[in-house]
């Protein structure tokens, strides 16, 4: 089924109701996203002259249109590239080239920006700007009347997500990884009826954007804070001029709203549910969430490859019942999701006992078709339909999983996955550094800062201001590195590799020492 029916059966049945919200103006109703779609996809099919399979990159901050565009791109039969507009415009443009893109859809803050990209100079990428001539032409166009004929194999969504080489890697959702994701929804993570809504603070181009789709299937309406991103008493403000609003954030958002003045759950009576994930809830902190905001947190675990949906720990079983194992769970990352099964595994992927720590390992139909023209880390990924998530864990008698470390030591930065080869291979361009290694060290508000242990190439060392000015023109901001450590040499083992255990231990020290000081 293409994903778009999703928006012409709202569109049908409860066409009436508010579906785009720009934050307490109604942008449109359900029958009016669905005209708009299907305009939109009319025009990118005959004017733009696009053909189903043909990826079309979304680079917008958050807007009601993104919703429109989404389900336009769908419903012409195109594969939708969401791309974060956090990234360095050279990285934009290396997605543009690797996905192949024939058209990007921009907010007019983009447009500029992406005029210098290769693919854009040659006329490959064809840009439209939201709110310009092209945009009003496509939706004149004539509409298509019904969306392109698709299968639970039909490429749909290309996420794009670093790995440890340090280049992005497309993973390939299909539409049937996205309705089985829906699905998981309804059954592991919340109940959404029609008047409902979700709000997106954290960015359409993740994991809010992929908890549209359940909430287009529900006719609940789509909230984008007039902001575009993530504001504590604006949340507030719209958890009280709205009802039944649920919303996706990064662990850092909720510990930014309960540190926010004169917010609790007697405040917030529109608060419904916040789904977490993305980076570890410490225990301390989720009781804090829970005794400021109420029963109304829900945590998932999952990854592009498979999104949104490992595990889930719902309202239910954040509940204090009395039991002396609430702070397991809360330790815990939840239960396997409904339809997905789930092992910890040993280097030859044979499921270890309970107790035992191993790689998670995840098959089932949210899985990934593979990375987009990588056939090699495919099969290094995905053996015998396993996807192997390079997160070590161990299950306990009850069914729940504790993640003991990040195999592939990504840094999660403010919810923001940050791989350091990335970063490393960004600073080993510099000709005043010989040697460096990144890690994570933890942060009350970001969760992780990114730290560089960097070895000079000579001498004076670079200053720091130089390696940020490094960075800035060839990296995200996000990226770049927050702290800077000089060392004579890296600690290595008999392999010659970087010992980042003992960099993280030497930070640790440090930190012990401030504390005692």
């Known amino acids: 089924m293409n994903l778009a029916e999703m928006l012409v059966r709202a569109g049908r049945t409860e066409g009436h109701r508010p579906a785009l919200i720009h934050g307490t103006t109604v942008r449109a109703t359900y029958a ?14 005959t004017r733009m002259r696009l053909t189903p399979g043909e990826r079309i990159a979304i680079v917008m901050k958050n807007t009601p249109d993104y919703v429109t565009v989404l389900f336009a791109a769908w419903w012409a039969g195109l594969v939708v590239v969401p791309v974060n507009a956090k990234l360095h415009p050279a990285e934009i443009d290396f997605i543009l080239e690797d996905s192949g893109a024939s058209a990007c859809v921009v907010t007019a803050d983009f447009a500029g920006a992406l005029s210098g990209a290769a693919s854009v100079r040659d006329g490959r990428v064809r840009v439209i700007e939201l709110g310009g001539a092209d945009w009003k032409a496509l939706l004149a166009a004539e509409p298509m009347a019904q969306p392109e004929p698709a299968h639970a194999d039909t490429l749909s969504w290309l996420f794009y997500t670093s790995g440890t080489t340090g280049q992005p890697k497309g993973a390939m959702l299909s539409a049937g990884n996205l309705s089985a994701m829906t699905a998981c929804y309804f059954m592991d993570v919340d109940s ?5 809504c979700v709000l997106h603070p954290a960015p359409m181009s993740h994991g809010s954007g992929m908890y549209i789709l359940p909430h287009v299937l529900a006719a609940a309406a789509q909230v984008v804070p007039e902001s575009g991103g993530f504001d504590p008493q604006e949340i507030a403000a719209l958890c009280r001029a709205h009802t039944g609003v649920s919303f996706f954030a990064a662990p850092t958002m909720v510990h930014r709203l309960v540190n926010c003045r004169d917010i609790d759950h007697g405040n917030l009576p529109g608060l419904k549910t916040i789904v977490y994930g993305g980076g570890p809830m410490y225990v301390a902190d989720s009781l804090r969430a829970l005794d400021t905001l109420g029963e109304r947190l829900v945590q998932i675990y999952g990854q592009g490859e498979t999104p949104m949906t490992i595990t889930a720990l719902n309202k239910r079983r954040h509940r204090a019942d009395g039991m002396p194992g609430q702070a397991a769970r809360l330790a815990s990352v939840g239960v396997a999701q409904s339809l997905v099964e789930v092992r910890v595994g040993d280097e030859a992927g044979r499921a270890l006992p309970c107790g035992d720590t191993g790689e998670v390992m995840v098959r089932g139909p949210t899985v990934m078709l593979g990375y987009w023209g990588r056939p090699a880390a495919t099969a290094e990924t995905i053996r ?12 306990d008698a009850a069914g729940y999983l504790t993640l003991k470390d990040r195999s592939k030591d990504v840094i999660i930065s403010g919810g923001t996955n940050v ?19 990144v890690i994570g060290r933890p942060d009350p508000d970001w969760g992780e800062d990114i730290v560089a242990f960097v070895v000079a190439a000579g001498t004076p060392a670079p200053g720091v201001a130089e390696l940020d000015a490094h960075c800035l023109a060839r990296i995200a901001r996000f990226k770049r590195p927050k702290d800077y450590r000089f060392i004579e040499a890296l600690p290595k083992n008999n392999y010659g590799k970087v010992t980042k255990t003992t960099l993280r231990s030497w930070l640790s020290e440090e930190d012990d020492k401030g504390e005692s000081a």
Do not use: I, K, M, N
């Not at 959404?192 to 409902?196: I, L």
């Not at 339909?385 to 161990?394: E, I, Y």
């Not at 791989?419 to 290694?437: D, N």
């Open 384 to 395: 015998d339909g396993w996807l192997l998530t390079g997160d070590l864990g161990a299950f």
């Open 419 to 437: 791989y350091p080869r990335e970063v490393e291979e960004c600073l080993l361009t510099h000709p005043g550094v010989r040697e460096v290694s």
């Open 192 to 196: 959404v009826a029609p008047t409902d």
């Open 32 to 45: 009016a996203l669905a005209g708009q779609a299907s305009h939109l996809a009319g025009g990118l099919r």
